[in-house]
Every structure is written in structure tokens, then in C-alpha cells.
Nanobody, 115 residues
Framework: QVQLVESGGGLVQPGGSLRLSCEHR????????MGWYRQAPGNQREMVAT???????DYVDSVKGRFTIFRDNHLKTVSLQMNSLKPEDTAVYYC?????????WGQGTQVTVSS
């Protein structure tokens, strides 16, 4: 079965860093788009960063200059380096992928930014 498995969430102080990783399992085909979404309590799920095709990277404005998305197609992974974290970044982060027009989602990993 196709799975997206996240890791790397946790608790960090404001100004700190975390790296999230997501592994695509159960398919021999590459996912054309992979990325990260997040959802805080009471808020809509929003796109944080995506990596498309041959290397296009897109970010929501609030994380530009702080977050960087990386993808290893051979290992079927996508990672998100998060620096200068702010309390507003607190959310459940979900790995996302699209393969042949079908969306796939991870189960989510909690990121909490708090002193």
C-alpha cells in the first residue's frame, strides 16, 4: 500500500530549528509533486512548501527565508528544514504527494514552538 510517513516533529523554543522528513513507501512510481501542509487548531489547512517536477520550489509567504524544502527522488523522500521558528508555526504538519493525479497524505506530525 502507498504510505507517506513523517518524522522529525517536536517541541522547540522560538528561534530554534527542526527538520521534518517524509518517506514515500509502497509505490515504484515517482510522485510529481511532494510537499508539506500544516493545520493549527481552528484554522484551515494551508500549503507550506512544495517541490514540483524538476526542482520548482514554492513557499507560503509567512515562511519564505526561514524554511527550505528538499527532495530526494531516488529515496522517495521530501524534507523541510525549518529555521527561526515562531510560535505561529505551531501546527500539525502533513506530508503531501501526488502520483498520477491521486493525492496522498501522511498522518501528520506535531510541531510546537513555545518557550
Amino acid at each position: 500500500q502507498v504510505q507517506l510517513v513523517e518524522s522529525g516533529g517536536g517541541l522547540v523554543q522560538p528561534g530554534g530549528s527542526l527538520r521534518l522528513s517524509c518517506e514515500h513507501r509502497g509505490s515504484i512510481f515517482d510522485m510529481y509533486v511532494m510537499g508539506w501542509y500544516r493545520q493549527a487548531p481552528g484554522n484551515q489547512r494551508e500549503m507550506v512548501a512544495t517541490f514540483t517536477g524538476g526542482g520548482r520550489r514554492d513557499y507560503v509567504d509567512s515562511v519564505k527565508g526561514r524554511f527550505t524544502i528538499f527532495r530526494d527522488n531516488h529515496l522517495k523522500t521530501v524534507s523541510l528544514q525549518m529555521n527561526s521558528l515562531k510560535p505561529e508555526d505551531t501546527a500539525v504538519y502533513y506530508c503531501y504527494g501526488n502520483e498520477n493525479g491521486v493525492d496522498y497524505w501522511g498522518q501528520g506530525t506535531q510541531v510546537t514552538v513555545s518557550s
